[in-house]
């Protein structure tokens, strides 16, 4: 960490600030140029609140030259992290996609969905049972029941699943789920991501709204730094000034995260645009871009196909999709 | 709600949209324009998931006519609602100052800085006991027994205290504490709102980062479904591209708030701004736009009083700064 | 143009309203619901002030059915505009490639770029010579010198140009250039669009930094208005809270625009990122999402070959760039 | 400027990057540490492309120790700047209220504004002439017609006129105007501002949508570079993700560009909420934060006197909030 300090500092203050730094456990390396002051300072600088840095009225600027992350940091960590999931290796250079309703409703409806994006060619099934809603009122999923109902569809089809936990006192619900989704709004949950650091499972860790990369890798390192180093990134949209579209998915989070980190990141297109049509072009966009997966809402309600516009794509779109992913993914594995 | 659809719409699609809509309880009143078909929906549109309704092909536009909230929501109670805690009125058109430390840092720290802050005016005592960090290598707070040197300064100075949770596992440390706080990244974590709508105790609901007015209120909404009313609004800055203050405080939230709700607003300028100097001038912003308090970080911590600029007030500058709220609400008073 | 008022609008309001909407040429047809009020707006709304009309006291809410651009609007204009520009066809569904330099700095400098992205399979050539710069200290480009040198490289290899107009009174410097490029600080730069709406050039119109895309299609309205029907929108990064790209590449503008318009879209991952490394992903990207275009920065200046890492792309680096883009078009040509 | 090279630079860069900056004038001083390499750069750095050097391979971080701008820099100026006209005196610790319709539409209606507004204290006219309008087809005012009736407005009255200017072309027909504004979309509009650097008149600089303080103070510094020190700085409210107002208004502008700069700081509380009613708790918040003016929309034209709501007050409203900014003013001016 770099400490830039104003002109002609106090040398009381530089007293005061050296020995609040030796409390912290760092020397500073000092150099006194001809314009300004600057403190290097060599050790563990994770433990030290920058801002609270930046504030001192001797100080000018702060840099922190090491991130604050460490577990999830490609710099200490070169190669690519693969987590095995059923028949998938996430993070080998190939496309895992991940498909499955909103929401669990019913036996029937969930397990026609995994059989028919399994025949298309998705390698685990995603489905909502507990859900976080704006809303009071809305629908909060069927909890409990419904992760039963998708592990009657992992026995059926042998897809593995992925399933979003609310609070850590829904655990006990997920001993046989495959891989924990932790919601945007959970994001910075610290206590949710403590707790799934001690346990044996993939997490697939979804971006907040407004969080940057950094936020994002240091919530992975809440659950890496816990012992448990299977973690998936998640983009699945930010929210800015725009609203035609629900979120502005943030393309550039798959090359940023692959320069800052190892850990495989998965595309999340739905929820990002909320508009059905557009799930196609971002779909192939992260492909292209070098995503590890994607996650894609899909459905066969008969009750919903009523209403063809929402964003989950039928079995018949999702299986076009698929196709055209591949020839996607094709070009992009020839690409030098 | 009003739905418009596109021009000449499918007849087969508008019986699909009728039944759609008949199966959740609600019957258009069809309007036939010259240009377009207007449904107008009456009844309980609340549990309508208008995004849903807005992907359908034959909608053009939704629009919703009530606000999706109740219990918070003015035009169902158009009285301000007053919250008693210690001394203090919440809500009455009067100022309450509640002010402390970021941290709880030690019995005599939390016991000066109350002893302090009351003889300045403070009506409440803050203090962090867990608390909510960015990363898993920085200090996590004296957690339980931080909220025990709380109470020991609430029984000292008589000042109620105000400190937050940041998971429901935590709630049975919370039995003697006045008001709890649920922080900005737990604004939306709906299992731990849903719990404290079950208890009997005031509510400081924080804003999220980069969360709608709407979005604050449909929270409150959580809370005071489950039974608790006690629910006070607290603005602390949102993200926006700006970064040379912490965040941006929105001041419009106090006007806006109070044209939505019915629920006393609180603002936070030390988080908001994260810049010690700017505290008092945010202050004196939220004093004139008519809110209803203020939450302020003071510290006296030796070892931080090296460390002038950071975002907390000295003892000093407080009561300083309380005189100056004093005559800034004077004259708030007597506008017209 | 859908308005609706609130519960029991006094008559006396109402009517003034009608006056007001008269006044604009304006008839409502009225529905009278059981909970409220509603008015269709027939005929031409687009003169309407809509935020006004929001104010209204007696108004709940206003939606706009017709978006208020028309010559833009795809549903006026099925069809896909093509811009013919060289040996280039915009918008027929083919892969346009722009590349260049960001300044014009020789002639050497530019004729030698130009060679080299010709070769690589670039159809048209950029190269900044007014150049819009956030310090006055800083470089300000080689202005009209820097247009001839543009010129002569087209002289020497044949492809069209592209380059940047400021200000009105640089139009005189622009008679040879083959496309004006509007930036996006001059995106709602009124007086220069109605300008450029009166000459018969291709004009590749920048989204503005903060700028929505209904607001793009406005300014493209303004130039298509003054009858320049040849606008091709050009998305280059908006502003969010994350810092670490240069902006935030807002992908889902290709198929949003696509679907609002039927003008030519084209991405510039260049100047999205600042981050010469992250220019491949994005663009491939841009392809597989069906952009019509890219516009790349490329240079081969002795002096700044010192520095890899700007965002520009070194020849060898656009070569194999061009060659991927080809692999990942060619596959999303196939897709169905 | 501070430059953190990466861990081991090959010494080819190392020896690239000093030829780099010494062609740019710039000599380093370097600092050879244990973990990291570190240049000071000392002289004129305002003229290097921090974008640029922080792309090079050998680069970690680079931390701007000067502000780039100069002429607006308090650093440099440390007393406040004081701009008089009429009988105001703009930045000397009073406030300045500026006031007028958005729009000159008549003789009637401009003079009875102007002495209305005068009536209740404002010693400044506002109105539009040139209007920047986002759409084609909306009234674009009465142009050069407009600013002969704010003329005709102020020999009444005796009140200075603000307007706005939109096109260099139209600088002839200011010749008599008092203050020339600068509107949000034109804030980087650089030939414009250079032009405005030549002429001697205070300029109205409104912060763009979505610029930055330092932005804000280099467009500022265009103007002032070219030899016209009397810019006033507006804040009118930012874009974020919150849609209920209009814009958010960033009320810590007012002490982070008086902490910045010695520009005076004036608040256009009518653009920033979009809201009437809002006019009002924002100008007085904007009052204690210590802004030096405010500029308010007042109209009382007869047609528009329907519309109750739209974000101008009536000639009553204003009388009405003017004594309430005068109790704040003085509340504040105690302030200690």
């Known amino acids: 960490m770099i400490v830039i300090l104003k002109e002609k500092p106090e040398s009381k203050q530089l007293d005061n600030l050296i ?7 760092l020397t500073p390396h000092i150099t006194q140029g001809v314009h300004q002051t600057i403190l290097g ?14 504030q001192m009225d001797i100080v000018e600027a702060v840099t922190r030259v090491q991130e604050p992350f460490k577990n999830a940091n490609r710099k200490f960590h070169p190669l690519d992290t693969v987590i095995p999931v059923g028949t998938a290796d996430i993070g080998n250079g190939s496309m895992t996609v991940i498909a499955g309703p909103c929401s669990v409703e019913s036996e029937e409806q969930i397990i026609a969905v995994a059989q028919s994006v399994k ?3 998705a ?11 704006t809303s009071p009122y809305a629908f909060q999923g069927m909890g409990a ?10 026995k059926e089809t042998g897809l593995p699943v992925v399933t979003e936990i ?6 006990e619900y997920f001993a046989d789920v495959d891989v924990i989704q932790v919601g945007a709004r959970n994001m910075q949950n610290f206590e949710l991501l403590k707790q799934l650091g001690h346990i044996n499972k993939p997490i697939l860790l979804k971006r907040g709204l407004a969080n940057t990369y950094q936020e994002l890798l240091m919530s992975a390192e809440y659950i890496m730094a816990s012992g448990n180093e299977n973690v998936m990134l998640c983009e699945r949209g930010i929210r800015t000034f725009e609203n035609y579209t629900r979120n502005t998915l943030d393309i550039s989070a798959i090359p940023a995260l692959k320069t800052l980190s190892h850990l495989p990141v998965i595309i999340d297109p739905s929820h990002a645009a909320g508009i059905s049509k557009f799930v196609a072009p971002l779909s192939l966009a992260a492909v292209a871009a070098g995503a ?5 809402e899909v459905h066969n309600n008969p009750a919903c196909a009523k209403c063809d516009g ?6 018949e779109q999702f299986q076009n999709l698929m196709q055209n992913i591949a020839l996607v993914k094709q070009a992009q594995t020839q690409c030098k």
Chains 1, 2, 3, 4 share one sequence.
């Open 166 to 171: 609310m609070d850590i006192s829904q655990l």
């Open 41 to 54: 300072l060599v050790g563990d600088t994770s433990r030290i609140d920058i801002g609270l840095l930046q």
């Open 292 to 296: 590890d997966g994607l996650i894609i």
């Open 19 to 25: 020995a609040w730094l030796a409390d912290r456990g």
């Open 145 to 154: 029941e419904g992760i039963k109902l998708l592990l009657a569809a992992k």
């Open 119 to 121: 025949a298309s060619g």
């Open 310 to 315: 929402m964003q989950s794509l039928t079995p």
């Open 123 to 133: 390698k685990l099934l995603r489905g909502g049972a507990f859900k976080p809603r």
